[in-house]
């Protein structure tokens, strides 16, 4: 289900997901169901575990008023709970699929006030009974929009008693970001994610030029850089003991023809479905999308087939369907279809000829995205590419 780690007492999610993402775990309920939505529409899935024995209440509080939020909670000590969900061999401890109450600001939850473990559809209170929950228990939390979101959301998670505060961690070693421009050496203001440098958490910064950080040693990171006017950039940084790690990152502006490669976007072999871990270079490509209105791109589907005739017309059809597959993600989140085509290039264009393990398939088995224009400024015509009418 890719359920994000909730490491900390709040979460903010300014982007709520559109869609369900790769699996449709929860569908086909009665809409008099007590415990289940019908079906899941605009869904973030969490993970989190009870720091000490405590009464866990949370609020879900929406940025806009006019979004109805429902959620259901899994008590997630089970083995295979993702395919018991799908199978319904589990049942949620707790939901709430009542309509918002703008009363309370359109806010849901959990709390001790409440009496009822579930609130069916329709009209009801927001909130639900609270759970007693020993430490380390482990619970899914999966938000949903039955709706199109407005807007995205806070979780406030409560815990009585409170767990003690952490103790003061010393860092051994710091992480020094600079980024310029490529072409000048010129410092330049970028916003930053960095995977890798704490467990199960990504670490977010912008405003600045120059950052730095304190982490563990031996860390392998990504991180991902994006500026307006600029082609969005991700290094990997293989973990070292060194106290002081120095990343130099040059931003390259956007030109017509200029290309990146989405090389965290993997497909199951002889598939366009594309892994869990790939969100990340996909949300890349949108933010890059959002930043850039005057740019449009040209979506290139890659295949991994060595062994087989270049351009064979199944695995031009598979290229393409991977390619499309980004194209969809794009206009689901609200890209004009308009500033986006995407074509399928076969195994034409291989990274690995002959790839001599698993990881130069995957490399194979890639997107890349070339820019087609970017404000007055077009690159010359190429062949002919699938347009939104696919």
Same mark, same amino acid.
């Given at each position: %289900?890719?359920?994000?780690?909730?490491?900390? @007492?709040?979460?903010?999610?300014? &982007?709520?997901?559109?869609?369900?993402?790769?699996? *449709?775990?929860?569908?086909?309920?009665?809409?008099?169901?007590?415990?289940?939505?019908?079906?899941?529409?605009?869904?973030?899935?969490?993970?989190?575990?009870?720091?000490?024995?405590?009464?866990?209440?949370?609020?879900?509080?929406?940025?806009?008023?006019?979004?109805?939020? $429902?959620?259901?909670?899994?008590?997630?000590?089970?083995?295979?709970?993702?395919?018991?969900?799908?199978?319904?061999?589990?049942?949620?401890?707790?939901?709430?699929?009542? &309509?918002?109450?703008?009363?309370?600001?359109?806010?849901?939850?959990?709390?001790?006030?409440?009496?009822?473990?579930?609130?069916?559809?329709?009209?009801?209170?927001?909130?639900?009974?609270?759970?007693?929950?020993?430490? +380390?228990?482990?619970?899914?939390?999966?938000?949903?929009?039955?709706?199109?979101?407005?807007?995205?959301?806070?979780?406030?998670?409560?815990?009585?008693?409170?767990?003690?505060?952490?103790?003061?961690?010393?860092?051994?070693?710091?992480?020094?970001?600079?980024?310029?421009? @490529?072409?000048?050496?010129?410092?330049?203001?970028? @916003?930053?994610?960095?995977?890798?440098?704490?467990?199960?958490?990504?670490?977010?910064?912008?405003?600045?030029? &120059?950052?730095?950080?304190? %982490?563990?040693?031996? &860390?392998?990171?990504?991180?991902?850089?994006?500026?307006?006017?600029? =082609?969005?950039?991700? *290094?990997?940084?293989?973990?070292?003991? $060194?106290? #002081?790690?120095?990343?130099? #990152?040059? =931003?390259?502006?956007?030109?017509?023809?200029?290309?990146?490669?989405?090389?965290?976007?993997?497909?199951?072999?002889?598939?366009?479905?594309?892994?869990?871990? @790939?969100?990340?270079?996909?949300? =890349?490509?949108?933010?890059? =999308?959002?930043?850039?209105? +005057?740019?449009?791109?040209?979506?290139? +589907?890659?295949?991994?087939?060595?062994?087989?005739?270049?351009?064979?017309?199944?695995?031009?059809?598979?290229?393409?369907?991977?390619?499309? %597959?980004?194209?969809?993600?794009?206009?689901?989140?609200?890209?004009?279809?308009?500033?986006?085509?995407?074509?399928?290039?076969?195994?034409?264009? %291989?990274?690995?000829?002959?790839?001599?393990?698993?990881?130069?398939?995957?490399?194979?088995?890639?997107?890349?995205?070339?820019?087609?224009?970017?404000?007055?400024?077009?690159?010359?015509?190429?062949?002919?590419?699938?347009?939104?009418?696919?």
């Amino acid at each position: %289900m890719g359920a994000i780690a909730v490491l900390d @007492s709040v979460v903010v999610n300014d &982007r709520p997901g559109r869609g369900f993402g790769n699996v *449709l775990e929860i569908k086909e309920n009665p809409a008099t169901d007590l415990k289940w939505f019908e079906r899941e529409h605009h869904t973030t899935w969490y993970r989190f575990r009870a720091p000490v024995k405590t009464t866990l209440t949370f609020d879900i509080i929406p940025q806009d008023i006019e979004d109805d939020i $429902d959620f259901l909670v899994f008590a997630g000590n089970v083995p295979g709970i993702c395919e018991k969900i799908l199978a319904k061999e589990v049942a949620p401890v707790r939901s709430n699929i009542s &309509r918002n109450d703008k009363s309370l600001h359109s806010m849901c939850g959990l709390s001790k006030e409440a009496t009822e473990e579930y609130v069916r559809s329709g009209v009801g209170t927001s909130y639900s009974k609270a759970i007693e929950a020993e430490e +380390g228990d482990l619970y899914y939390l999966a938000v949903d929009y039955p709706q199109r979101p407005r807007a995205g959301f806070t979780v406030r998670f409560h815990y009585d008693p409170a767990p003690p505060p952490p103790p003061v961690k010393e860092w051994p070693q710091s992480l020094v970001v600079e980024v310029t421009d @490529s072409l000048t050496g010129t410092a330049l203001e970028a @916003s930053l994610t960095i995977e890798g440098m704490y467990f199960d958490s990504v670490v977010q910064a912008k405003g600045q030029s &120059r950052y730095e950080f304190k %982490m563990d040693n031996y &860390r392998n990171l990504r991180i991902n850089c994006l500026r307006k006017g600029y =082609m969005f950039k991700s *290094l990997r940084i293989k973990g070292s003991g $060194d106290e #002081l790690v120095r990343v130099s #990152l040059g =931003m390259v502006p956007i030109i017509p023809g200029a290309k990146v490669v989405l090389d965290d976007i993997r497909f199951v072999g002889n598939d366009s479905k594309v892994m869990r871990n @790939s969100e990340g270079s996909l949300y =890349m490509l949108l933010h890059f =999308m959002e930043e850039n209105p +005057g740019a449009t791109i040209e979506i290139q +589907g890659h295949v991994n087939g060595p062994a087989i005739k270049k351009n064979n017309p199944e695995l031009i059809e598979l290229s393409a369907e991977r390619a499309q %597959m980004v194209f969809n993600f794009l206009v689901v989140n609200d890209i004009d279809p308009a500033r986006l085509a995407y074509v399928g290039l076969g195994n034409a264009q %291989m990274l690995y000829p002959n790839p001599r393990n698993k990881a130069e398939s995957e490399a194979n088995r890639r997107v890349e995205v070339k820019v087609t224009s970017y404000g007055d400024l077009a690159t010359p015509s190429g062949p002919p590419s699938r347009r939104s009418s696919h």
